[in-house]
């Protein structure tokens, strides 16, 4: 059983920065795909960029599309989402989520929430002055 655990949530002022981390507890993150999920208030949960095991492949919403990085350490077993030039609408919880590699796209696992295998619990971030 993969347990996921995000971490570098926050609050942080329009314009500002965070870097999210996604950590696995009691197991290793390098054979499975891994996404960036949000939810913000009053909203359905939609991805936000998403990231193959090996970081040969990356997707990312429009809406945050040369504002966001993901990258993968796979020696340190952790996986990161950058987040820069942040906007009051990218607050919301943010969730990492799973999927053993190779299973589909990494494009078709951002689409939807549905079919990943693991979720973390989730950080939140705030954007707000």
């Known amino acids: 059983q993969l347990q996921l655990v995000e971490s570098g949530g926050g609050l942080v002022q329009p314009g500002g920065s965070l870097r999210l981390s996604c950590e696995p507890s009691?197991?290793?993150?390098?054979?499975?795909?891994i996404g960036w999920f949000r939810q913000a208030p009053g909203k359905e949960r939609e991805g936000v960029s998403c990231?193959?095991?090996?970081?040969?492949?990356?997707t990312y919403a429009d809406s945050v599309k040369g504002r966001f990085t993901i990258s993968r350490d796979n020696a340190k077993n952790t996986v990161y989402l950058q987040m820069n030039s942040l906007k009051p609408e990218d607050t919301g919880v943010y969730y990492c989520?799973?999927?053993?590699?190779?299973?589909?796209?990494?494009?078709?696992?951002?689409?939807?929430?549905?079919?990943?295998?693991?979720w973390g619990k989730g950080t939140l971030v705030t954007v707000s002055s």
């Open positions: 009691g197991s290793t993150l390098n054979y499975y795909d």
């Open positions: 990231i193959s095991s090996r970081a040969g492949s990356t």
């Open positions: 989520a799973a999927k053993w590699a190779g299973i589909i796209s990494v494009q078709t696992m951002c689409a939807g929430i549905a079919g990943m295998d693991y």
